[in-house]
């Protein structure tokens, strides 16, 4: 990865490099950000690179290898002018659901796809749109559920950017009446938008019952003592966090878009994208549901769609098929 945050892609490497290399595979990991790639040293190598030239960089030090797996663009990159160095069959992950580059730099970044050997989409979604016939569904590990009571928290937790519609969220709050019944809409994350969406809320008189946590390292104890988790983006190429509330058996209300029915499926409490009246409404309707039983549906479903070691031991079949004798 070039980076040197931790957002998704970056939380979703530091999980599975351990499982890797826990099944026998020498792993070593470039990119992301050193105070949260949570990484066992003893078992995965680590080295940072926030610039292609960095990744290509430590790249050319590793030598020989067997599997490149490059996430993101500027990865795939470093990836394919180092290959005469390292030689390695290249299999990359499609995080996101659209093209490669922006503007006129896709025409010059779609040869990257012809040369990888291995396309892997994180949903059915992205894979249709940017042509992928191999889909391999995130994983998230597998945990206790929440306690049966749970504070009275609406939490909104991803990148405060446009396209995730916090706004939405924070729209669809102001027509709701549980803040009338000592609910709190909390948001967690950082990103562009914070200082607008604060300035939204004070326009909608909302500071008495919204809370902004800031960005959390940690979102364990957050994502299992909330009520509900509330994901308003969309077109969400995946969504880690809503997969981590339903690990939790934390209820889930999702935009009806994106990867959303993917995750929570059909029968999940979904609303029409940015429509935050219809959002409004299944946010009031939980004071009459079964919010328990609807959680532990989404549990069952993580269970057996979205675990970390099942999807670990598919990711290893890919490189293996790609890599044939080699590895």
């Keep these: 990865m070039r980076s040197d945050s931790f957002a998704g892609v970056e939380r979703y490497v530091s999980m599975v490099a351990p499982r890797l290399a826990a099944r026998g595979c020498d792993v070593t990991v470039i990119g992301g950000d050193p105070a949260h790639m949570a990484l066992r040293s003893d078992v995965v190598g680590w080295r940072p690179a926030s610039t292609t030239w960095q990744v290509a960089r430590e790249l050319k030090r590793l030598g020989r290898l067997d599997i490149v797996h490059a996430?993101?663009?500027?990865?795939?990159?470093?990836?394919?002018?180092?290959?005469p160095i390292h030689h390695a069959r290249l299999v990359t992950t499609l995080h996101f659901a659209i093209p490669r580059g922006s503007g006129g730099r896709r025409v010059l970044l779609m040869p990257l796809g012809w040369l990888?050997?291995?396309?892997?989409?994180?949903?059915?979604?992205?894979?249709?749109?940017?042509?992928?016939?191999?889909?391999?569904?995130?994983?998230?590990?597998?945990?206790?559920?929440?306690?049966?009571?749970?504070?009275?928290?609406?939490?909104?937790?991803?990148?405060?950017?446009?396209e995730k519609h916090t706004d939405v969220a924070l729209r669809?709050?102001?027509?709701s009446g549980l803040r009338n019944f000592d609910w709190t809409l909390v948001i967690a994350g950082r990103g562009a938008q914070l200082s607008q969406l604060k300035q939204l809320a004070i326009d909608l008189n909302l500071s008495r019952s919204v809370e902004w946590a800031g960005f959390i390292d940690d979102p364990t104890q957050l994502l299992a003592r909330s009520a509900l988790l509330l994901?308003?983006?969309?077109a969400e190429p995946f969504g880690l966090t809503v997969v981590e509330?339903?690990?939790?058996?934390?209820?889930?209300?999702?935009?009806?878009?994106?990867?959303?029915?993917?995750?929570?499926g059909a029968d999940g409490w979904l609303f029409p994208p940015g429509d935050a009246v219809a959002c409004a409404r299944l946010l009031d309707s939980i004071r009459h549901r079964d919010l328990k039983h609807y959680g532990a549906h989404l549990r069952s479903r993580q269970l057996e769609l979205f675990d970390i070691e099942a999807h670990t031991d598919r990711l290893l079949k890919v490189y293996l098929d790609s890599a044939g004798s080699t590895c």
């Design 116 to 162: 990888m050997d291995e396309q892997i989409a994180i949903s059915e979604f992205v894979a249709a749109t940017v042509h992928s016939n191999r889909v391999l569904l995130n994983g998230v590990e597998t945990t206790e559920p929440g306690p049966s009571r749970r504070d009275r928290r609406v939490l909104v937790m991803q990148r405060l950017e446009e």
């Design 172 to 175: 669809a709050w102001s027509v």
């Design 245 to 264: 509330a339903m690990a939790r058996a934390t209820p889930v209300i999702a935009a009806n878009g994106g990867a959303h029915p993917e995750t929570v």
């Design 71 to 83: 996430h993101m663009t500027a990865a795939e990159i470093a990836a394919v002018i180092t290959k």
């Design 231 to 234: 994901a308003p983006a969309p």
